[in-house]
């Protein structure tokens, strides 16, 4: 713990049930007296973050902790609370309905499939020491958030922040020159959807761990992609995409290139 | 020139907290035997309440279970004047109340605890205080209405 | 370090209540006045940072709705939230994203409204373990934290009091403060309502509704775009233990104030900070705060608190003018709070702050504070 430089956290007050909820972490993550940070959105934001400052040059060694538990709470409710509190909320939208909105969008017949709530924390180290798995490339972006301005079926959003994560990292063709895709898909039909936009249409590769079906939490979710994408780096050199979104109907989308 | 207007919304919410294995045992402990337990870290050898997993300061482990007494030095006091929304029911406490850190013996961290005296001329730090226990205990710090003065 | 520098700020006029304006607009307001006095329009902008503890308005995820209000559509958005600290987190984790070269221009943006939601709820949410079990409060915890730096240093109701009034005094000559009084003496704040032994109502902050921006721009950018930037030298963040109670005297010894001063000194080569630095822009929650933190800046000699207010050294004619804005003793939207103890440090450095503007500043230190001890710190220069 000595040999980290600085913390970043990512969670979310309403979903810990607390007040600045990052100050029950900061003894676990060894930032007493030290730099810390808190992103509240997904961890693989908080990995672009703390990424940031080591290009920076403020600090080597950077420690990202994502952290929820969905099952505390009322897990669709509280995502009302997301919502502008002048149009939106008072019609009791919340995630689920507005993946329902996307899913009738997109006329699929599939019902809707939300991933399995689940409890969980995920956590990297970054550093600016040479090793074989680097960061190449990440971008982020937020849609609009009233969803009748928004076509459901596209995520400008996802394809901004994707463009700039391929730009960085030099991805032309993606499905030729990416390996493998870890794409958080909190509802199933995401998955397809979030591929189409990342020009993964038909790519063999992709939710090699199964994604969020196997259950991940809000805000760990992208984190976690990227911890497979590297834990299957390791083992075979190529290109990998991990990514997160949050908010309604995936407003907020992160993208991060990762090679071996 | 347009009305402005505002719009009111209640909204509610309910969570379920874990209390972790070294809450448990604090709370299992207080509610049984009317004992309060701090944990000690193997390495600056400090006992703290409330128990949790690391000390921050050592990044070390703590497991060491060690029995703190209910009875203590105020190490700050002040008395509340004003409403101040009680967590526990949500409603303004009746104001005014002594409160203090208190450190219990046994303990090297303070308590932040309600005394019985709320007349500000009557505290002073190094005072000896004794918690009052209810009748009926639930495993938590409100087990203890408040500290009251003892003669040492 | 590729070198940043703030290029320009806005803020709105900070107030007890907006009921002119909804979130994202009084975000917007900030947003674009920092905008213009920076020279840019929102194309320019290549990435956000949002700063506000969405807790106290009833609220999650708030960029999702507020994020427009900063021009946030289709960019790079990123929102902080740390507590208290939240407004200097947001400028350091803006800093760092210009620094890194992925962007060029970054616009931070910190707000709140507590007229809107309840604060007092959004507080009362603390450990359901522990915290929860008394009803202290913000005002609370300063009482305590300040009865035993009474006790050990001495210091006078009165004094604290001077804090007070300087505060209030310098607010008169902000537009955009809350708390503008400037007739306000020493006997005004003693007799206020006393909230919890021995804080008054005059020593405490306000709570505001309000938004602050500013801009960072990268190296050559920053010089085209600005005559004076005000350059960031230094940034030191340090946090401490969560319960009030593992803090030993926490007011007085603010360890984490201490060494991140000192880191700060040490990277910029300052060793007598009284007279070396131009101008603080200290957070300050409570007037005895300040005096207490005098010494953890290393202003003056451990236990010369009192004495440093008594003699006017950190008066708007002091030889170390703090908080010429007013401080957060004048004006307090958490969110926006440590967004504008940096704004307002820039501002004196690149000669924008008007009436309450100080001669010949060079050097500037701006701090944070949040949560029991949360500290940063953060030292602005004219100079690269």
Same mark, same amino acid.
């Given at each position: 713990?000595?040999?980290?430089?600085?913390?970043?956290?990512?969670?979310?007050?309403?979903?810990?049930?607390?007040?600045?909820?990052?100050?029950?972490?900061?003894?676990?993550?060894?930032?007493?007296?030290?730099?810390?940070?808190?992103?509240?959105?997904?961890?693989?934001?908080?990995?672009?973050?703390?990424?940031?400052?080591?290009?920076?040059?403020? %600090?080597?060694?950077?420690?990202?902790?994502?952290?929820?538990?969905?099952?505390?709470?009322?897990?669709?409710?509280?995502?009302?609370?997301?919502?502008?509190?002048?149009?939106?909320?008072?019609?009791?939208?919340?995630?689920? %309905?507005?993946?329902?909105?996307?899913?009738?969008?997109?006329?699929?017949?599939?019902?809707?499939?939300?991933?399995?709530?689940?409890?969980?924390?995920?956590?990297?180290?970054?550093?600016?020491?040479?090793?074989?798995?680097?960061?190449?490339?990440?971008?982020?972006?937020?849609?609009?958030?009233?969803?009748?301005?928004?076509?459901?079926?596209?995520?400008?959003?996802?394809?901004?922040?994707?463009?700039?994560?391929?730009?960085?990292?030099?991805?032309?063709?993606?499905?030729?020159?990416?390996?493998?895709?870890?794409?958080?898909?909190?509802?199933?039909?995401?998955?397809?959807?979030?591929?189409?936009?990342?020009?993964?249409?038909?790519?063999?590769?992709?939710?090699?761990?199964?994604?969020?079906?196997?259950?991940?939490?809000?805000?760990?979710?992208?984190?976690?992609?990227?911890?497979?994408?590297?834990?299957?780096?390791?083992?075979?050199?190529?290109?990998?995409?991990?990514?997160?979104?949050?908010?309604?109907?995936?407003?907020?989308?992160?993208?991060?290139?990762?090679?071996? | 020139?347009?009305?402005?207007?505002?719009?009111?919304?209640?909204?509610?919410?309910?969570?379920?907290?874990?209390?972790?294995?070294?809450?448990?045992?604090?709370?299992?402990?207080?509610?049984?035997?009317?004992?309060?337990?701090?944990?000690?870290?193997?390495?600056?050898?400090?006992?703290?309440?409330?128990?949790?997993?690391?000390?921050?300061?050592?990044?070390?482990?703590?497991?060491?279970?060690?029995?703190?007494?209910?009875?203590?030095?105020?190490?700050?006091?002040?008395?509340?004047?004003?409403?101040?929304?009680?967590?526990?029911?949500?409603?303004?406490?009746?104001?005014?109340?002594?409160?203090?850190?208190?450190?219990?013996?046994?303990?090297?961290?303070?308590?932040?605890?309600?005394?019985?005296?709320?007349?500000?001329?009557?505290?002073?730090?190094?005072?000896?205080?004794?918690?009052?226990?209810?009748?009926?205990?639930?495993?938590?710090?409100?087990?203890?209405?408040?500290?009251?003065?003892?003669?040492? | 370090?590729?070198?940043?520098?703030?290029?320009?700020?806005?803020?709105?006029?900070?107030?007890?209540?907006?009921?002119?304006?909804?979130?994202?607009?009084?975000?917007?307001?900030?947003?674009?006045?920092?905008?213009?006095?920076?020279?840019?329009?929102?194309?320019?902008?290549?990435?956000?940072?949002?700063?506000?503890?969405?807790?106290?308005?009833?609220?999650?995820?708030?960029?999702?709705?507020?994020?427009?209000?900063?021009?946030?559509?289709?960019?790079?958005?990123?929102?902080?939230?740390?507590?208290?600290?939240?407004?200097?987190?947001?400028?350091?984790?803006?800093?760092?994203?210009?620094?890194?070269?992925?962007?060029?221009?970054?616009?931070?943006?910190?707000?709140?409204?507590?007229?809107?939601?309840?604060?007092?709820?959004?507080?009362?949410?603390?450990?359901?373990?522990?915290?929860?079990?008394?009803?202290?409060?913000?005002?609370?915890?300063?009482?305590?934290?300040?009865?035993?730096?009474?006790?050990?240093?001495?210091?006078?109701?009165?004094?604290?009091?001077?804090?007070?009034?300087?505060?209030?005094?310098? /607010?008169?000559?902000?537009?955009?403060?809350?708390?503008?009084?400037?007739?306000?003496?020493?006997?005004?704040?003693?007799?206020?309502?006393?909230?919890?032994?021995?804080?008054?109502?005059?020593?405490?902050?306000?709570?505001?509704?309000?938004?602050?921006?500013?801009?960072?721009?990268?190296?050559?950018?920053?010089?085209?775009?600005?005559?004076?930037?005000?350059?960031?030298? /230094?940034?030191?963040?340090?946090?401490?233990?969560?319960?009030?109670?593992?803090?030993?005297?926490?007011?007085?010894?603010?360890?984490?104030?201490?060494?991140?001063?000192?880191?700060?000194?040490?990277?910029?080569?300052?060793?007598?900070?009284?007279?070396?630095?131009?101008?603080?822009?200290?957070?300050?929650?409570?007037?005895?705060?300040?005096?207490?933190?005098?010494?953890?800046?290393?202003?003056?000699?451990?236990?010369?608190?009192?004495?440093?207010?008594?003699?006017?050294?950190?008066?708007?004619?002091?030889?170390?003018?703090?908080?010429?804005?007013?401080?957060?003793?004048?004006?307090?939207?958490?969110?926006?709070?440590?967004?504008?103890?940096?704004?307002?440090? /820039?501002?004196?450095?690149?000669?924008?702050?008007?009436?309450?503007?100080?001669?010949?500043?060079?050097?500037?230190? /701006?701090?944070?504070?949040?949560?029991?001890?949360?500290?940063?710190?953060?030292?602005?220069?004219?100079?690269?």
């Amino acid at each position: 713990m000595r040999d980290i430089d600085a913390r970043v956290t990512a969670s979310v007050d309403l979903w810990d049930g607390l007040t600045a909820s990052n100050v029950m972490v900061t003894e676990v993550v060894g930032a007493v007296m030290q730099p810390e940070s808190r992103i509240a959105g997904d961890g693989l934001l908080a990995a672009c973050h703390g990424a940031m400052s080591i290009m920076a040059g403020a %600090y080597h060694t950077v420690l990202i902790v994502a952290h929820c538990k969905s099952t505390m709470g009322d897990r669709w409710g509280i995502t009302n609370w997301t919502f502008d509190p002048i149009y939106q909320q008072p019609l009791g939208l919340d995630d689920y %309905y507005a993946a329902a909105l996307q899913l009738s969008a997109l006329r699929s017949p599939a019902p809707l499939s939300p991933c399995p709530p689940a409890d969980g924390a995920a956590a990297i180290i970054l550093s600016s020491t040479p090793a074989p798995i680097t960061i190449r490339g990440m971008g982020w972006a937020l849609d609009e958030h009233y969803l009748g301005d928004r076509d459901l079926t596209d995520s400008p959003a996802l394809r901004k922040a994707a463009r700039r994560a391929y730009d960085l990292a030099g991805i032309i063709d993606p499905k030729r020159d990416l390996t493998l895709a870890e794409l958080s898909d909190h509802f199933a039909h995401q998955r397809a959807l979030w591929a189409s936009i990342l020009g993964l249409n038909g790519f063999p590769h992709l939710n090699p761990s199964g994604g969020s079906a196997h259950g991940v939490p809000p805000f760990v979710a992208g984190l976690n992609s990227l911890i497979e994408i590297v834990l299957r780096l390791r083992e075979k050199t190529g290109a990998g995409l991990a990514h997160g979104c949050w908010g309604p109907a995936g407003q907020g989308q992160v993208v991060m290139v990762v090679k071996q | 020139m347009t009305e402005l207007l505002r719009i009111s919304h209640t909204m509610n919410m309910d969570w379920r907290y874990g209390t972790s294995w070294y809450f448990a045992k604090f709370i299992r402990a207080l509610q049984d035997k009317r004992l309060i337990l701090g944990l000690r870290c193997p390495v600056c050898r400090r006992v703290y309440l409330p128990p949790r997993p690391v000390c921050g300061n050592c990044y070390a482990e703590m497991r060491e279970w060690v029995e703190v007494k209910d009875i203590g030095t105020v190490l700050a006091a002040t008395v509340v004047h004003v409403p101040i929304i009680d967590p526990l029911t949500g409603q303004p406490r009746p104001a005014p109340y002594g409160m203090a850190l208190i450190q219990l013996d046994g303990a090297d961290t303070t308590i932040n605890f309600y005394l019985a005296e709320n007349d500000a001329a009557k505290l002073h730090i190094g005072m000896r205080v004794r918690a009052v226990w209810r009748e009926q205990r639930t495993g938590t710090l409100s087990d203890i209405v408040h500290f009251k003065e003892v003669s040492s | 370090m590729r070198r940043v520098a703030i290029i320009g700020t806005g803020q709105t006029k900070h107030a007890k209540s907006h009921d002119d304006m909804n979130q994202a607009e009084l975000v917007r307001q900030a947003a674009t006045r920092a905008l213009a006095d920076a020279g840019i329009t929102y194309r320019d902008v290549d990435a956000i940072v949002l700063s506000n503890m969405e807790l106290f308005e009833g609220r999650a995820l708030p960029e999702m709705w507020v994020g427009e209000g900063a021009s946030g559509y289709l960019k790079p958005v990123m929102k902080i939230a740390t507590g208290g600290t939240s407004g200097t987190s947001a400028c350091i984790a803006g800093l760092h994203q210009c620094a890194s070269g992925l962007f060029d221009t970054v616009l931070v943006v910190g707000w709140e409204k507590h007229s809107e939601g309840a604060t007092q709820t959004g507080m009362a949410l603390t450990d359901p373990l522990w915290d929860r079990n008394i009803a202290s409060g913000a005002v609370g915890n300063f009482a305590l934290s300040i009865s035993q730096y009474m006790a050990e240093r001495g210091v006078t109701p009165e004094q604290a009091a001077k804090v007070a009034v300087k505060a209030r005094r310098n /607010a008169a000559k902000n537009p955009h403060a809350h708390l503008q009084m400037p007739d306000i003496t020493v006997d005004r704040v003693l007799s206020s309502r006393m909230l919890a032994d021995p804080v008054h109502l005059l020593d405490m902050c306000p709570q505001s509704d309000g938004a602050c921006a500013l801009v960072y721009a990268a190296e050559d950018r920053a010089e085209s775009l600005c005559a004076r930037p005000a350059w960031v030298r /230094a940034t030191v963040t340090r946090h401490d233990q969560p319960y009030i109670g593992d803090l030993d005297r926490r007011l007085l010894t603010m360890r984490t104030l201490r060494d991140a001063a000192r880191k700060a000194y040490q990277q910029v080569g300052i060793t007598d900070p009284l007279n070396q630095i131009d101008v603080a822009e200290i957070y300050e929650p409570v007037s005895y705060a300040e005096l207490a933190w005098y010494e953890a800046l290393g202003l003056c000699a451990e236990g010369e608190a009192g004495k440093l207010i008594d003699d006017g050294s950190t008066e708007m004619n002091g030889v170390l003018p703090v908080n010429p804005s007013g401080g957060v003793l004048s004006t307090n939207p958490v969110g926006a709070s440590g967004v504008i103890r940096v704004a307002e440090a /820039a501002m004196q450095i690149m000669v924008r702050a008007g009436a309450h503007q100080v001669a010949n500043v060079r050097t500037a230190l /701006a701090t944070g504070y949040g949560v029991y001890a949360w500290s940063d710190v953060i030292i602005l220069s004219a100079d690269k």
